[in-house]
Nanobody, 124 residues
């Protein structure tokens, strides 16, 4: 599976961005997909994930109510709608795919395939 993330950019606080991740390869629908982010000097952290068989995404607490993850298995795409962005959301955002066990869903080590990352900068 190859992943290509896009949609990052510069936005003012309170603004919105929509990230997309296009996947190539077969059996994409069988993978759990996730978004992670990494700010300068910090470790890569979990943002959101969706299992292959469950249409309900789950989000990291700091983005709940602001970010919404979705996936379209027919189009092999994953999206992250980000609203009410804050300066602390500034980071490189990565999409990932894998088959982590439930306890590893929020761990980057649980994912085998990664996109190249897209920069999101929230600043006035």
């Amino acid at each position: 599976v190859q992943l290509q993330a896009s949609g990052g950019g510069l936005v003012q606080p309170g603004g919105s961005l929509r990230l997309s991740c296009a996947a190539s390869g077969r059996a994409f629908s069988s993978y759990t997909v996730a978004w992670f982010r990494q700010a300068p000097g910090k470790e890569r952290g979990f943002v959101a994930a969706m299992k292959s068989y469950n249409s309900n995404p789950f989000h990291e607490d700091s983005v709940k109510g602001r970010f919404t993850m979705s996936r379209d298995n027919a189009k092999n795409t994953v999206s992250l709608q980000m609203d009410d962005l804050k300066p602390e959301d500034t980071a490189v955002y990565f999409c990932a795919a894998g088959r982590p066990i439930t306890s590893m869903l929020r761990a980057s080590s649980g994912y085998l395939y990664w996109g190249q990352g897209t920069q999101v900068t929230v600043s006035s």
